[in-house]
């Protein structure tokens, strides 16, 4: 294996891809050198925009999928689910360093990134977040090198593997923190953020719904490997797996219904509003038809599977995107369309993190080792 | 200032800022102090605070004052008469006014030629002279038995000036005057309830207007209404009260003071008339008024040639009368020269702190006037609009052959001096800082420039005398600036042969043996016993608790506080209220907490008989017969006006002044391309014609659009929206700026009618860095027809959609 | 002992002293803002705006009439903003002034989405931009200082009608109190006692707050406690999730061996 050479097909969709991450290299130099305005839409009524909204919040809730799959997996070593791990762990991974480079572009004074380090603005929610994503990060780095070491740096990789159950727990441990304070970033919009989406519980409820979208993201992923890749998962390992969201997401509906009611913001749902209809629209695709996908038989189709993961992520995306931009929308006003500049560097890191995948995934041992578990 | 001076005797506020703490209502009429006098809006609040006072604001538009009002009318621009006699007929109906104070201190018992009469808007006289309108005042004069006036102190005769006036206001009731001014019957009720309600002894009102009362045809008979209106109610004298009009610059009261203005020298002594006053003595006989203190008249001229000619000045070459310039009858007041300059008339022009390009009526006519100049020089801060005038909208700099000379001058914080302030205060200030660059103070420039126009005349030229033989003499050895202290000894008078500032211009003389720049100044610049200062360096807190900090500063004249203040009491010495006591005759002496504006050496009852010292009556007028339109204000409709005047059939003061040319073109009546009524008005951010403000990038920021407000109901019917481009338009030329749609303006009932009216503050030109339309462009060129203030107030004109 | 400004509006003017004082004091570059309607320039605080003069239009006693806010930080008791701010840029200090160092600030914005009163704002033109908010005139050895020279800020010291009131908070809010129950003209509400706990900037008016625009919803507690009452579990969570996962971990690792063991054996024993 280890003289194996380096391989990456190019393909005419890889070739867009490639295009749309130059040109977002291209802004994002272009962005550092000059600052914010020059690229980006926001104002002093829209401090936060796309970036924030699809690349941080929406970025990390769906780079979930690692964490979930890792509790499950390592930490209570429910064994049938290994072929996902190595999968869900790479996707995570790159979702995370998408983040960063996110975020880096997002904050101003760039040059100072590294001050919360030393100077702890430990009241602060975003403090969790930035060590816990920070952590994770390495955490995850370290976690992957186990996979990297197999074939550069070999000498590393059994210190690795020694340090790895300590690695794994952290970095399961880690996510509960930031996934919840990404909702609780937003405690202080309170009497601003629209009451459909406030509430004191919207940490634990992005905790909740981060942790159910992780098994979502992997069907859709293993589906889409399974077609590039011919690396097909069981539909029935998978079914098991989308079960433990379905339980998460029941718990869910219900906290939010119970939670809506105490708060006495309940009628809102149906006043017919652009929150109210916003909010209807994500609760049905992202909890209420994946619950019945999840506990009907049309998950044991391959259709049902993918259905599941598409309407999840795509609530979740819409949870996040309303948070960010519906329930904030009333308070701040219509100031804020983002720029084009914003979606191509939204777009460009995606696609960088596509490319980056399919290079991991054509070179080094990811699909196959979860075949060798499926097989086993 | 004309209005005031045949009211009181002087053209200057009566009583000071401080003072307004110890109002009772306060009438702002055609001022906007929260924008244009900010601190005497604290003084105003302070009462409001203190004593429960109410504020009563009048104005077009829904001012910053406006929004601190207790009872807002808004009135159509030009309205301002039939407002202020309604108030005097509701006060004289129900008998709110001051008898005891009339009766003693106004001539009011007087009694007038019984010839005297009022028909159809005009008073008897009126007739023809020199192709022009004018009033042959004899059937104005008093009655007199010899030497004395006819009076009834019963004020019942018929012919007495207090019945005249009573007839003369009784058709403005409140029914009227709400027709004619577009303010709800109700509102304007509870105004005259309000303000007559100061007619009660113990109470004082105070009336504070500023140009949106004197920049009309009419202005001059505008300033005599509030000021009847405050004798009628026996507010003048007094802490409190006052007539307050509010100069348009820190320093205006002071250039007046010192004779800025065409027809005045120095300290409100009349420029002689070529043809009427021959010589000295000529002067002196038909100036001098037989009583009141203008009868010493030729001292304080004669110490003015002194100050002029020194040693030249003797008695034998009349004080060198001879070389006073002398007017000739012809109009020599702003409008005047730029009149005479696009005649081509006028060669060159000193624009000396002065921006006409933007300040003046129909600017866009006068900046075409200055291209007939040979050579124009501007004396600034910053290259304004007059100084651009060739290269401004609609000059072509290829055609123009004018030679301009722009001169840097230094910021008032860039030099010392002493600035009079409205109240009267002067106030001496410090340098704070140097001039930048080659800037210069303007004493430099007018020394620098004197003396090169000196030498000019040493070759010879057209009357070098005067040139030649002025007194010059204000060099600081070793320094290129010249002597402050020299000059304001000067002003301030002395002995001849002494150097030493006389304390009083009791002490000045008639024989040449005193100098004297400025005899209403005297004082203020001698030494302060117990300070170790001149008198207007003084800065001690020290107070009655009336507010009249005798001891900071110098107030002209002596240093009185409150003009006219021998009214503060009765006829016998007890205040008219024991707790804002001015003064108080305790048997013997006078306790004073102001300087008297009387003689306090003579028993109260004897000062009671003049308390008026500069009238030669010594009683403030109610009916005043020196003004060309009338001895009392009557109600014309301004120049430019959507509706014909309807107490009377005369629609325009017939003594208007009148030029001639496009800039003087006038919208007749009903005219239906410009159905709406136009003011002008100034606001906070900017002074004046902008010359500084918009150069000052922080003042630049807090208001960097010109706009043009104009109702909801307007914008709604010609479809503009807030921040649109508008074209303001009258018959003179258009404009173009944004609009500011808001009830700040409102459309008014005008004897039925809906009349909309609109605001344009004119601070905008084509210079600085915030650049914009020229109000002015579009202002007529139409005057007073006694001071010839520009009608600025209140003409025609159209607004549409750009 | 914490410095406060009372601002009554009913005696602004609307004369913009406080604001150009500001701007000269603390060295802010001016501006050219767009239009504004009501002609309050700039509309809003901005990147180079501590403070400005909000003019409103409004109806009082069946009459138009126009009112004044000057707005700028009201320096919260405990502060979003510094509650927000994970680098500690902006801090609370004992003498009342909430400031922002921008050595620290990282230009994360999240104390401009943090702030109740929408206050902080961006330098948005700037290549490194810095948060931008009224600092009370406070900069310790710094050269914008006046409170820590026992000086009143330079807004209150411009202000010529006695709008602005400078001194002790505890006093002017019983200062405030007096007025309002002494005078019947005023709404009986001093913006800021109570306000996300308590700000050292209060208002007292004779027109609704909502004149304005203040938020009148903004809840009494500190915003902080909100996100106090989430993070407190942090330690718990992280000891005890930690402590509970690797239990987990290594329990069912050892159910997994056993159980494979048994299978084992159960192989063998066959
Ligand atoms: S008003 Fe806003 S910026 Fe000012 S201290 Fe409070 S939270 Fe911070
Ligand atoms: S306290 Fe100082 S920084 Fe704040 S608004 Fe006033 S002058 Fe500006
Ligand atoms: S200085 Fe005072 S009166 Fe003027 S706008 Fe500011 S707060 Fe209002």
Same mark, same amino acid.
């Given at each position: 294996?280890?003289?194996?050479?380096?391989?990456?097909?190019?393909?005419?969709?890889?070739?867009?891809?490639?295009?749309?991450?130059?040109?977002?290299?291209?802004?994002?130099?272009?962005?550092?050198?000059?600052?914010?305005?020059?690229?980006?839409?926001?104002?002093?009524?829209?401090?936060?925009?796309?970036?924030?909204?699809?690349?941080?919040?929406?970025?990390?809730?769906?780079?979930?999928?690692?964490?979930?799959?890792?509790?499950?997996?390592?930490?209570?070593?429910?064994?049938?689910?290994?072929?996902?791990?190595?999968?869900?762990?790479?996707?995570?991974?790159?979702?995370?360093?998408?983040?960063?480079?996110?975020?880096?572009?997002?904050?101003?004074?760039?040059?100072?990134?590294?001050?919360?380090?030393?100077?702890?603005?430990?009241?602060?929610?975003?403090?969790?977040?930035?060590?816990?994503?920070?952590?994770?990060?390495?955490?995850?780095?370290?976690?992957?090198?186990?996979?990297?070491?197999?074939?550069?740096?070999?000498?590393?990789?059994?210190?690795?593997?020694?340090?790895?159950?300590?690695?794994?727990?952290?970095?399961?441990?880690?996510?509960?923190?930031?996934?919840?304070?990404?909702?609780?970033?937003?405690?202080?919009?309170?009497?601003?953020?629209?009451?459909?989406?406030?509430?004191?519980?919207?940490?634990?409820?992005?905790?909740?719904?981060?942790?159910?979208?992780?098994?979502?993201?992997?069907?859709?992923?293993?589906?889409?490997?399974?077609?590039?890749?011919?690396?097909?998962?069981?539909?029935?390992?998978?079914?098991?797996?989308?079960?433990?969201?379905?339980?998460?997401?029941? !718990?869910?509906? +219900?906290?939010? /219904?119970?939670?809506? &009611?105490? @708060?006495?913001? #309940?009628?809102?749902?149906?006043?017919?509003? =652009?929150?109210?209809?916003?909010?209807?629209?994500?609760?049905?695709?992202?909890?209420?038809?994946?619950?019945?996908?999840?506990?009907?038989?049309?998950?044991?189709?391959?259709?049902?599977?993918?259905?599941?993961?598409?309407?999840?992520?795509?609530?979740?995306?819409?949870?996040?995107?309303?948070?960010?931009?519906?329930?904030?929308?009333?308070?701040?006003?219509?100031?804020?369309?983002?720029?084009?500049?914003?979606? !191509?560097?939204? +777009?460009?890191? /995606?696609?960088?993190? &596509?490319? @980056?995948?399919? #290079?991991?995934?054509?070179?080094?041992?990811? =699909?196959?080792?979860?075949?060798?578990?499926?097989?086993? | 200032?004309?209005?005031?001076?045949?009211?009181?005797?002087?053209?200057?506020?009566?009583?000071?800022?401080?003072?307004?703490?110890?109002?009772?209502?306060?009438?702002?009429?055609?001022?906007?102090?929260?924008?244009?006098?900010?601190?005497?809006?604290?003084?105003?609040?302070?009462?409001?605070?203190?004593?429960?006072?109410?504020?009563?604001?009048?104005?077009?538009?829904?001012?910053?004052?406006?929004?601190?009002?207790?009872?807002?009318?808004?009135?159509?621009?030009?309205?301002?008469?039939?407002?202020?006699?309604?108030?005097?007929?509701?006060?004289?109906?129900?008998?709110?006014?001051?008898?005891?104070?009339?009766?003693?201190?106004?001539?009011?018992?007087?009694?007038?030629?019984?010839?005297?009469?009022?028909?159809?808007?005009?008073?008897?006289?009126?007739?023809?002279?020199?192709?022009?309108?004018?009033?042959?005042?004899?059937?104005?004069?008093?009655?007199?038995?010899?030497?004395?006036?006819?009076?009834?102190?019963?004020?019942?005769?018929?012919?007495?000036?207090?019945?005249?006036?009573?007839?003369?206001?009784?058709?403005?009731?409140?029914?009227?005057?709400?027709?004619?001014?577009?303010?709800?019957?109700?509102?304007?009720?509870?105004?005259?309830?309000?303000?007559?309600?100061?007619?009660?002894?113990?109470?004082?009102?105070?009336?504070?207007?500023?140009?949106?009362?004197?920049?009309?045809?009419?202005?001059?008979?505008?300033?005599?209404?509030?000021?009847?209106?405050?004798?009628?109610?026996?507010?003048?004298?007094?802490?409190?009260?006052?007539?307050?009009?509010?100069?348009?610059?820190?320093?205006?009261?002071?250039?007046?003071?010192?004779?800025?203005?065409?027809?005045?020298?120095?300290?409100?002594?009349?420029?002689?008339?070529?043809?009427?006053?021959?010589?000295?003595?000529?002067?002196?006989?038909?100036?001098?008024?037989?009583?009141?203190?203008?009868?010493?008249?030729?001292?304080?001229?004669?110490?003015?040639?002194?100050?002029?000619?020194?040693?030249?000045?003797?008695?034998?070459?009349?004080?060198?009368?001879?070389?006073?310039?002398?007017?000739?009858?012809?109009?020599?007041?702003?409008?005047?020269?730029?009149?005479?300059?696009?005649?081509?008339?006028?060669?060159?022009?000193?624009?000396?702190?002065?921006?006409?390009?933007?300040?003046?009526?129909?600017?866009?006519?006068?900046?075409?006037?200055?291209?007939?100049?040979?050579?124009?020089?501007?004396?600034?801060?910053?290259?304004?609009?007059?100084?651009?005038?060739?290269?401004?909208?609609?000059?072509?700099?290829?055609?123009?052959?004018?030679?301009?000379?722009?001169?840097?001058?230094?910021?008032?914080?860039?030099?010392?001096?002493?600035?009079?302030?409205?109240?009267?205060?002067?106030?001496?200030?410090?340098?704070?800082?140097?001039?930048?660059?080659?800037?210069?103070?303007?004493?430099?420039?007018?020394?620098?420039?004197?003396?090169?126009?000196?030498?000019?005349?040493?070759?010879?030229?057209?009357?070098?005398?005067?040139?030649?033989?002025?007194?010059?003499?204000?060099?600081?050895?070793?320094?290129?600036?010249?002597?402050?202290?020299?000059?304001?000894?000067?002003?301030?008078?002395?002995?001849?042969?002494?150097?030493?500032?006389?304390?009083?211009?009791?002490?000045?003389?008639?024989?040449?043996?005193?100098?004297?720049?400025?005899?209403?100044?005297?004082?203020?610049?001698?030494?302060?016993?117990?300070?170790?200062?001149?008198?207007?360096?003084?800065?001690?807190?020290?107070?009655?608790?009336?507010?009249?900090?005798?001891?900071?500063?110098?107030?002209?004249?002596?240093?009185?506080?409150?003009?006219?203040?021998?009214?503060?009491?009765?006829?016998?010495?007890?205040?008219?209220?024991?707790?804002?006591?001015?003064?108080?005759?305790?048997?013997?002496?006078?306790?004073?907490?102001?300087?008297?504006?009387?003689?306090?050496?003579?028993?109260?009852?004897?000062?009671?008989?003049?308390?008026?010292?500069?009238?030669?009556?010594?009683?403030?007028?109610?009916?005043?017969?020196?003004?060309?339109?009338?001895?009392?204000?009557?109600?014309?409709?301004?120049?430019?006006?959507?509706?014909?005047?309807?107490?009377?059939?005369?629609?325009?003061?017939?003594?208007?002044?009148?030029?001639?040319?496009?800039?003087?073109?006038?919208?007749?009546?009903?005219?239906?391309?410009?159905?709406?009524?136009?003011?002008?008005?100034?606001?906070?951010?900017?002074?004046?014609?902008?010359?500084?403000?918009?150069?000052?990038?922080?003042?630049?920021?807090?208001?960097?659009?010109?706009?043009?407000?104009?109702?909801?109901?307007?914008?709604?019917?010609?479809?503009?929206?807030?921040?649109?481009?508008?074209?303001?338009?009258?018959?003179?030329?258009?404009?173009?700026?944004?609009?500011?749609?808001?009830?700040?303006?409102?459309?008014?009932?005008?004897?039925?009618?809906?009349?909309?009216?609109?605001?344009?503050?004119?601070?905008?030109?084509?210079?600085?860095?915030?650049?914009?339309?020229?109000?002015?462009?579009?202002?007529?060129?139409?005057?007073?027809?006694?001071?010839?203030?520009?009608?600025?107030?209140?003409?025609?004109?159209?607004?549409?959609?750009? | 002992?914490?410095?406060?400004?009372?601002?009554?509006?009913?005696?602004?003017?609307?004369?913009?002293?406080?604001?150009?004082?500001?701007?000269?004091?603390?060295?802010?570059?001016?501006?050219?803002?767009?239009?504004?309607?009501?002609?309050?320039?700039?509309?809003?605080?901005?990147?180079?705006?501590?403070?400005?003069?909000?003019?409103?239009?409004?109806?009082?006693?069946?009459?138009?009439?126009?009112?004044?806010?000057?707005?700028?930080?009201?320096?919260?008791?405990?502060?979003?903003?510094?509650?927000?701010?994970?680098?500690?840029?902006?801090?609370?200090?004992?003498?009342?002034?909430?400031?922002?160092?921008?050595?620290?600030?990282?230009?994360?914005?999240?104390?401009?989405?943090?702030?109740?009163?929408?206050?902080?704002?961006?330098?948005?033109?700037?290549?490194?931009?810095?948060?931008?908010?009224?600092?009370?005139?406070?900069?310790?050895?710094?050269?914008?200082?006046?409170?820590?020279?026992?000086?009143?800020?330079?807004?209150?010291?411009?202000?010529?009608?006695?709008?602005?009131?400078?001194?002790?908070?505890?006093?002017?809010?019983?200062?405030?109190?007096?007025?309002?129950?002494?005078?019947?003209?005023?709404?009986?509400?001093?913006?800021?006692?109570?306000?996300?706990?308590?700000?050292?900037?209060?208002?007292?008016?004779?027109?609704?707050?909502?004149?304005?625009?203040?938020?009148?919803?903004?809840?009494?507690?500190?915003?902080?406690?909100?996100?106090?009452?989430?993070?407190?579990?942090?330690?718990?969570?992280?000891?005890?999730?930690?402590?509970?996962?690797?239990?987990?971990?290594?329990?069912?690792?050892?159910?997994?061996?056993?159980?494979?063991?048994?299978?084992?054996?159960?192989?063998?024993?066959?």
């Amino acid at each position: 294996m280890a003289a194996q050479k380096w391989s990456f097909k190019i393909t005419p969709l890889r070739i867009i891809l490639m295009l749309l991450a130059a040109l977002a290299a291209v802004i994002a130099v272009y962005r550092l050198a000059t600052g914010l305005s020059t690229v980006s839409n926001l104002n002093d009524n829209w401090p936060w925009g796309l970036w924030i909204g699809l690349d941080v919040l929406t970025g990390v809730a769906l780079a979930g999928g690692g964490y979930s799959a890792s509790l499950i997996i390592h930490i209570l070593h429910v064994e049938k689910f290994k072929p996902l791990s190595r999968s869900a762990a790479l996707t995570s991974l790159i979702g995370y360093l998408l983040v960063v480079a996110a975020l880096f572009l997002e904050i101003g004074r760039w040059y100072n990134f590294w001050v919360p380090f030393v100077s702890w603005g430990y009241h602060s929610t975003l403090f969790e977040v930035f060590m816990c994503i920070s952590l994770y990060t390495l955490v995850q780095i370290m976690e992957f090198s186990e996979i990297l070491t197999e074939r550069v740096l070999t000498f590393l990789h059994k210190p690795i593997v020694k340090i790895m159950p300590v690695l794994l727990i952290l970095g399961t441990l880690l996510p509960f923190g930031h996934q919840a304070s990404l909702g609780g970033l937003y405690l202080l919009q309170v009497g601003r953020l629209h009451p459909l989406w406030w509430t004191p519980l919207l940490p634990w409820l992005f905790l909740m719904s981060s942790f159910f979208v992780g098994p979502a993201m992997i069907t859709i992923e293993s589906s889409l490997s399974g077609r590039a890749f011919n690396h097909h998962i069981d539909k029935q390992i998978l079914r098991s797996f989308i079960r433990i969201s379905g339980y998460v997401m029941i !718990a869910y509906l +219900a906290i939010k /219904i119970i939670d809506l &009611i105490r @708060l006495g913001v #309940f009628g809102y749902i149906f006043e017919g509003s =652009l929150e109210s209809n916003m909010f209807l629209l994500e609760m049905i695709i992202g909890v209420i038809i994946p619950i019945i996908i999840c506990f009907s038989p049309l998950s044991a189709t391959k259709k049902g599977l993918i259905t599941f993961g598409v309407f999840t992520t795509a609530g979740v995306v819409l949870n996040r995107m309303n948070v960010v931009f519906t329930g904030m929308y009333k308070a701040l006003g219509s100031g804020y369309f983002p720029a084009w500049t914003e979606w !191509a560097v939204s +777009a460009g890191l /995606i696609a960088g993190g &596509i490319l @980056l995948y399919l #290079f991991i995934v054509e070179n080094f041992n990811i =699909l196959e080792y979860d075949k060798k578990y499926q097989t086993a | 200032m004309a209005g005031l001076a045949n009211s009181f005797g002087r053209g200057a506020m009566t009583n000071h800022f401080n003072d307004y703490k110890n109002t009772d209502v306060f009438l702002v009429i055609g001022s906007n102090a929260a924008e244009t006098h900010p601190m005497a809006m604290k003084w105003i609040q302070r009462a409001k605070e203190l004593r429960g006072a109410k504020l009563i604001v009048a104005d077009p538009r829904l001012t910053k004052t406006a929004a601190h009002a207790d009872i807002f009318a808004r009135h159509r621009p030009g309205t301002d008469i039939p407002f202020l006699l309604g108030i005097m007929n509701y006060a004289i109906q129900n008998n709110l006014y001051h008898k005891e104070y009339i009766a003693n201190y106004t001539n009011a018992s007087y009694l007038v030629n019984p010839n005297y009469g009022f028909q159809d808007g005009l008073f008897s006289g009126a007739g023809e002279k020199n192709g022009k309108f004018s009033y042959d005042k004899n059937t104005w004069q008093y009655q007199k038995d010899g030497e004395t006036i006819k009076k009834d102190f019963t004020l019942e005769h018929p012919n007495c000036v207090f019945q005249l006036l009573k007839k003369h206001v009784s058709r403005y009731d409140i029914e009227t005057v709400s027709k004619i001014t577009g303010v709800p019957k109700d509102i304007y009720r509870n105004v005259c309830e309000t303000f007559a309600s100061t007619g009660a002894p113990e109470k004082s009102g105070n009336i504070i207007y500023a140009m949106g009362i004197t920049q009309h045809t009419y202005g001059t008979q505008n300033v005599r209404a509030i000021a009847m209106l405050q004798l009628l109610l026996g507010n003048i004298g007094k802490a409190g009260g006052g007539v307050n009009a509010q100069r348009g610059e820190s320093n205006v009261q002071g250039s007046t003071d010192l004779a800025m203005l065409s027809h005045l020298l120095p300290g409100y002594l009349g420029v002689p008339n070529a043809t009427k006053h021959t010589c000295l003595q000529d002067y002196i006989e038909k100036e001098t008024p037989p009583s009141g203190y203008w009868k010493n008249k030729p001292k304080f001229l004669i110490s003015l040639l002194k100050a002029f000619y020194g040693e030249k000045a003797t008695k034998e070459n009349d004080f060198c009368f001879d070389w006073l310039p002398k007017v000739d009858g012809k109009n020599r007041s702003h409008m005047g020269i730029f009149q005479e300059m696009l005649d081509g008339n006028v060669k060159g022009l000193i624009a000396w702190g002065q921006n006409p390009a933007v300040g003046g009526p129909g600017a866009q006519f006068e900046r075409k006037a200055m291209e007939q100049l040979d050579w124009l020089v501007v004396v600034d801060l910053f290259e304004t609009e007059t100084a651009a005038f060739w290269h401004g909208p609609g000059a072509d700099p290829k055609n123009i052959k004018t030679e301009c000379f722009l001169l840097p001058a230094a910021f008032s914080f860039e030099k010392e001096g002493s600035v009079t302030n409205s109240g009267r205060w002067i106030q001496y200030r410090y340098k704070a800082v140097d001039p930048p660059g080659e800037a210069k103070t303007d004493t430099w420039i007018a020394d620098k420039l004197f003396k090169a126009i000196r030498k000019e005349y040493q070759n010879g030229g057209k009357f070098p005398e005067p040139i030649l033989n002025m007194h010059w003499d204000y060099d600081k050895p070793g320094h290129d600036e010249p002597d402050i202290a020299k000059i304001a000894l000067e002003i301030n008078g002395y002995a001849v042969g002494e150097n030493k500032p006389l304390d009083s211009f009791g002490k000045l003389a008639d024989d040449g043996s005193t100098v004297c720049g400025m005899w209403i100044y005297t004082g203020y610049w001698a030494m302060d016993k117990d300070f170790k200062v001149a008198k207007c360096k003084r800065r001690s807190r020290e107070d009655s608790g009336l507010g009249t900090f005798l001891k900071w500063s110098f107030s002209w004249p002596l240093n009185r506080r409150i003009l006219y203040n021998r009214c503060a009491t009765d006829p016998q010495g007890n205040p008219w209220d024991p707790k804002r006591a001015l003064f108080k005759w305790n048997g013997t002496k006078w306790i004073a907490n102001d300087v008297p504006d009387y003689n306090s050496k003579i028993a109260p009852e004897k000062s009671a008989q003049a308390p008026f010292i500069m009238l030669p009556n010594g009683n403030g007028r109610l009916f005043a017969n020196g003004l060309a339109d009338g001895p009392f204000p009557e109600h014309y409709e301004p120049m430019e006006s959507p509706v014909s005047n309807i107490i009377s059939k005369q629609q325009n003061t017939p003594c208007a002044s009148v030029f001639k040319g496009d800039w003087a073109k006038i919208a007749e009546l009903g005219d239906s391309r410009f159905p709406y009524v136009a003011t002008t008005h100034r606001q906070l951010e900017h002074y004046q014609s902008g010359a500084v403000t918009r150069n000052t990038p922080s003042l630049v920021e807090v208001c960097p659009w010109m706009y043009v407000s104009l109702s909801e109901n307007l914008a709604r019917e010609k479809g503009i929206k807030p921040g649109d481009e508008v074209w303001v338009e009258t018959i003179r030329g258009k404009i173009k700026c944004l609009a500011s749609v808001s009830p700040v303006v409102k459309p008014l009932t005008v004897n039925g009618k809906k009349i909309e009216v609109i605001g344009l503050p004119w601070h905008w030109g084509y210079q600085g860095m915030s650049t914009g339309a020229t109000a002015n462009d579009i202002t007529p060129a139409v005057g007073d027809g006694n001071t010839s203030i520009p009608e600025y107030k209140a003409f025609l004109c159209n607004i549409r959609k750009a | 002992m914490s410095k406060a400004v009372l601002v009554d509006l009913t005696k602004c003017i609307g004369c913009k002293s406080c604001q150009t004082s500001c701007k000269q004091w603390n060295d802010l570059p001016a501006i050219k803002p767009q239009f504004d309607n009501t002609l309050s320039y700039p509309a809003e605080t901005d990147g180079y705006t501590y403070t400005t003069v909000l003019h409103r239009t409004t109806e009082k006693n069946g009459q138009e009439t126009l009112r004044f806010a000057k707005r700028q930080c009201l320096h919260c008791l405990e502060p979003a903003c510094a509650s927000a701010c994970f680098a500690k840029a902006i801090q609370k200090t004992p003498e009342g002034p909430v400031v922002y160092n921008p050595d620290l600030c990282v230009g994360c914005r999240y104390c401009m989405l943090a702030c109740p009163f929408s206050i902080p704002k961006y330098d948005w033109e700037s290549v490194f931009p810095q948060i931008v908010k009224c600092q009370f005139c406070f900069d310790r050895e710094g050269t914008h200082d006046r409170i820590g020279h026992g000086m009143e800020p330079a807004c209150v010291n411009a202000c010529p009608t006695g709008c602005l009131k400078f001194g002790e908070r505890d006093e002017l809010l019983k200062e405030a109190w007096k007025r309002i129950n002494k005078y019947s003209k005023y709404i009986k509400h001093v913006y800021g006692e109570k306000e996300a706990g308590g700000t050292s900037w209060l208002y007292i008016a004779d027109v609704p707050f909502e004149t304005f625009d203040f938020r009148t919803n903004v809840p009494n507690i500190p915003l902080s406690t909100y996100s106090h009452d989430y993070l407190k579990w942090s330690p718990a969570v992280f000891i005890g999730g930690g402590a509970l996962l690797s239990a987990l971990h290594f329990y069912t690792k050892r159910r997994n061996e056993i159980a494979k063991e048994k299978d084992k054996n159960h192989d063998i024993n066959a």
